[in-house]
């Protein structure tokens, strides 16, 4: 059974830094290219950074680029976005999702709210 389950989500006040994680499970999780994306409220699901299946490649949103750093350890079969100078409108559900081949999984997402 597919599963990627994201953690680390929460409150922040506007500067501040969060770490998420995405523990995947029931795929070979070394051949999957790796995203995040987010939604915001009442927008549509937006890609965030993406990091191909070795790791050696990586592409942001224009809008998080130098703030966010997207990394896995195919060991743990995880992904990690650490989030950086976070602002307000980086207020979002995050989203875990893997890709490979016509295969695209995601997962449940968990809240990110930046605000004082």
């Known amino acids: 059974q597919v599963q990627l389950v994201e953690s680390g989500g929460g409150l922040v006040q506007p500067g501040g830094s969060l770490r998420l994680s995405c523990a995947a499970s029931g795929f070979t999780f070394s051949r999957f290219t790796m995203n995040w994306y987010r939604q915001a409220p009442g927008k549509e699901r937006a890609f965030v950074a993406r990091m191909a299946s070795t790791g050696g490649n990586t592409n942001y949103a224009d809008s998080v680029k130098g703030r966010f750093t997207i990394s896995r350890d195919n060991a743990k079969n995880t992904v990690y976005l650490q989030m950086n100078s976070l602002k307000p409108e980086d207020t979002a559900v995050y989203y875990c999702?893997?890709?490979?081949?016509?295969?695209?999984?995601w997962g449940q997402g968990t809240q990110v709210t930046v605000s004082s």
């Open positions: 999702n893997a890709a490979f081949v016509g295969n695209n999984y």
